[in-house]
């Protein structure tokens, strides 16, 4: 069993920044070799892939994030952040946290408004 526990989202201004921070517990071993993600759901829609990032630390990243959202995992801590710049509009949602897309955090709101 994981638990993974979201943190980090807030209201943010147009172009500003946010880091969402998820940390993670129970099966270390579970944790350490799956790749682990971030997604978001926007009201109305479905929910979508943002980011993830491999055991090895291969990164994946949705085209509209890429070049503004950065995603890392420290192993020792357990511990998978979402570093988001020039945020937009369309950012706003909750994001959420996975763990081999089978284990989900509760997620954590981000509101992109002037």
């Known amino acids: 069993q994981v638990h993974l526990a979201e943190s980090g989202g807030g209201l943010v201004q147009p172009g500003g920044s946010l880091r969402l921070s998820c940390a993670a517990s129970?099966?270390?071993?579970?944790?350490?070799?799956?790749?682990m993600a971030w997604y978001r759901q926007a009201p109305g829609k479905e929910r979508e892939l943002v980011a993830s990032?491999?055991?090895?630390?291969?990164?994946n990243y949705v085209d509209s994030v890429k070049g503004r959202f950065t995603i890392s995992r420290d192993n020792a801590k357990n511990t998978i952040d979402l570093e988001m710049k020039s945020l937009k509009f369309e950012d706003t949602a909750v994001y959420y946290c996975?763990?081999?897309?089978?284990?989900w955090g509760q997620g954590t709101q981000v509101t992109v408004s002037s």
């Open positions: 996975a763990c081999g897309s089978v284990y």
């Open positions: 129970g099966n270390i071993f579970i944790i350490a070799i799956n790749a």
């Open positions: 990032i491999t055991s090895g630390g291969t990164t």
